[in-house]
């Protein structure tokens, strides 16, 4: 599974608990029968560093909502006597997530 696939799970999950609302928008998703259903969108969420990456920053006290095992990728270098070969290596990791709800626009000043 990707992490947008476990990012969606997620996102769903949250939003049936009541933690987070819908977009208005609608997903058309195949259910178990084989039928189109429309299924309304999740609220987005995101790390603590996408949202910095968006121009956006936690808000002061807040706490995530989310704690989801994600995929990470990380080069790793392996050393050898005679030469030096990077590989790509793929692990789980603890990330947190913060929904839109719980960030504000970071100021121009502030960096």
Do not use: C
């Not at 910095?52 to 936690?58: A, D, F, Q, T």
């Not at 807040?62 to 095992?69: F, G, L, Q, R």
């Amino acid at each position: 599974m990707t992490n947008e696939q476990i990012l969606l799970n997620v996102r769903y999950q949250l939003m049936e608990e009541g933690k987070i609302g819908s977009t208005g928008s609608f997903f058309e998703m195949q259910g178990e029968d084989g039928e189109l259903k429309k299924v309304p969108e999740p609220e987005e969420i995101h790390s603590f560093s996408r949202w910095k990456e968006y121009g956006y920053g936690v808000k002061r006290g807040e706490k995530a909502i989310a704690k989801v095992e994600i995929w990470k990728y990380a080069d790793a270098k392996k050393k050898d006597d005679e030469e030096t070969e990077e590989k790509e290596r793929i692990f789980k990791k603890a990330a947190f997530f913060f929904a839109s709800s719980q960030v504000e626009p970071l100021r121009e000043g502030k960096r």
